[in-house]
């Protein structure tokens, strides 16, 4: 039986240094910018953290959002379907992780949240129409669950 490593809490503070040399780290931050660096080298470093259910998630060389094709500038600002939303660490942290640091999240971050309908993210399938994809993780109960009106 392999022995189970402890789960320790996500800390997007440490995880550059604990994860990453400096080439990477600095190629990180050249490709996306200082403030998206820490959110999307995890896809490539460390897959444990993220949400990629209701988040962001790769498909081939792609970064999407539901059914949507992403692109994120320097500042980490969002393009989706024509629609840029204004990257905050709160914004980007709703977006990849599993366990959301709300301390970070403002009112404004918790809007764009409409970023999962415009990319179907919260759908099962991401499917226009479809049902909602229900989870039992914290991100849904606490997160997507009270923005749709779906109780748990």
Not at 61 to 77: A, H, R
Not at 87 to 100: A, D, F, I, Y
Not at 117 to 146: C, D, M
């Amino acid at each position: 039986m392999r022995k189970r490593e402890p789960v320790r809490e996500d800390n997007d503070d440490d995880y550059e240094d604990e994860f990453l040399n400096e080439d990477a780290k600095s190629i990180g931050r050249a490709n996306v910018g200082p403030l998206t660096s820490p959110y999307l080298m995890p896809y490539v470093y460390k897959r444990r953290v993220l949400d990629t259910q209701y988040g962001i998630h790769k498909d081939g060389d792609e970064f999407k959002i539901g059914d949507s094709p992403m692109l994120v500038d320097q500042d980490g600002d969002i393009m989706i379907k024509e629609n840029e939303f204004r990257g905050s660490k709160g914004l980007w942290e709703l977006l990849t992780r599993k366990n959301v640091n709300k301390e970070h999240v403002t009112l404004d971050d918790l809007r764009k949240q409409k970023i999962l309908l415009l990319t179907n993210a919260h759908l099962e399938g991401y499917q226009p129409g479809g049902v909602i994809n229900v989870s039992r993780g914290k991100k849904f109960r606490e997160i997507i669950a009270p923005l749709y009106g779906r109780g748990v």
